[in-house]
């Protein structure tokens, strides 16, 4: 008994070890509203293969299948990470209505058939929305990524999706979902995780302003959210898609933006991540490119990432 259950924690971490994912969020746009084009997707991926202090930031998550700007004409990052052998978890945009989605589902075929096995090859997930039970409750933010979607909706979506890559290169990847710890510890989404192969979790303590949440307590804050998460998953395993500590921005209670902390953060929640193998997507590489957000997570400010030099250090 003793014997065979060391076995199985070693085959468990095997596995766990040869299939841990790292990697950043990237958007479809930058701050000024201006689509990322290919070369642009190209340029950040390659900047995060090649980070100082720290190596196999390799995978991209992305939000949407929609190059932005167009109707349904697929994201270029899907050339750009098949030019750099960037893995992809890709992402279906939920919040927009049943019409958007409709446009995510024909972007997702359309990918499928124009990129071959070079693309379905890459792929390492899927998600249905992001954050989407989140926007629909009292504290979610509605804005002009759309109102949210009801959990009834969303496992419509889930299988939709299903249906959508059953018989293509991207039978057998594992759908999933991304929303915040709270949707997923909340009962009456219940339904949703049970539809899904991997829970996506975002959890941000700078956010959590109803708790104590200097980032002396962020650590615990956070893994307070996974822990919670994972007792709510049904089993299925839980991908951290978005966590980090912003750079600059505004107090929020306790929590204090600045690089020092970013750094404590890091050292702290991403680099414990990592050395227990759990699939990490970190928020963010750059977010300030043409614009100024407020706040900023963004290891690298705005300007050119070939020259840029990190905001603190990624070391572990
Ligand atoms: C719990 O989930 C339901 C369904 O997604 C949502 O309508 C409700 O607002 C959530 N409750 C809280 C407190 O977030
Ligand atoms: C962060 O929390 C985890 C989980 O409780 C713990 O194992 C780890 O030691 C903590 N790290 C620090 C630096 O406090």
Not at 10 to 28: D, K, P, W
Not at 53 to 79: D, E, K, V
Not at 85 to 99: D, I, P, Y
Not at 270 to 286: G, M, R, T
């Amino acid at each position: 008994m003793r014997i065979s259950s060391t076995l199985l924690g070693v085959a468990t971490l095997v596995a766990a070890a040869e299939a841990q994912l790292r990697g950043f969020n990237y958007g479809a746009f930058f701050m000024n509203n201006a689509a990322k084009k290919q070369v642009d997707f190209e340029y950040e991926f390659n900047k995060a293969k090649n980070l100082p202090g720290t190596t196999g930031w390799t995978s991209a998550r992305l939000y949407t299948m929609i190059q932005h700007g167009t109707t349904n004409t697929p994201i270029t990052a899907i050339p750009a990470a098949i030019k750099t052998q960037t893995k992809l978890l890709l992402g279906l945009w939920a919040s927009a209505g049943s019409a958007n989605f409709n446009n995510e589902i024909v972007a997702l075929k359309s990918a499928i058939s124009t990129y071959g096995t070079a693309f379905t090859n890459l792929v390492v997930g899927i998600s249905v929305g992001s954050e989407d039970l989140y926007r629909i409750t009292p504290t979610g933010i509605a804005n002009r990524a759309g109102p949210g979607v009801q959990p009834n909706n969303l496992i419509n979506y889930i299988k939709q999706v299903r249906m959508a890559i059953s018989g293509t290169g991207l039978s057998g990847k594992p759908v999933g979902h991304v929303d915040t710890w709270t949707a997923y510890v909340n009962a009456s989404n219940n339904a949703v995780i049970s539809n899904l192969d991997f829970v996506g979790v975002d959890a941000y303590p700078y956010f959590q302003t109803t708790m104590a949440n200097s980032i002396g307590n962020a650590n615990a804050t956070f893994y307070d959210a996974y822990k919670q998460t994972v007792a709510a998953a049904k089993g299925k395993p839980v991908w951290v898609t978005e966590t980090g500590w912003p750079v600059s921005g505004p107090k929020q209670n306790q929590a204090v933006a600045n690089a020092a902390n970013a750094r404590i953060y890091w050292q702290d929640v991403a680099c414990s991540l990592l050395a227990a193998k759990v699939n990490l997507f970190w928020y963010d590489l750059q977010e300030a490119q043409w614009g100024n957000p407020s706040p900023d997570f963004g290891i690298f400010g705005a300007g050119d990432l070939g020259t840029l030099s990190p905001r603190y250090s990624l070391g572990c």
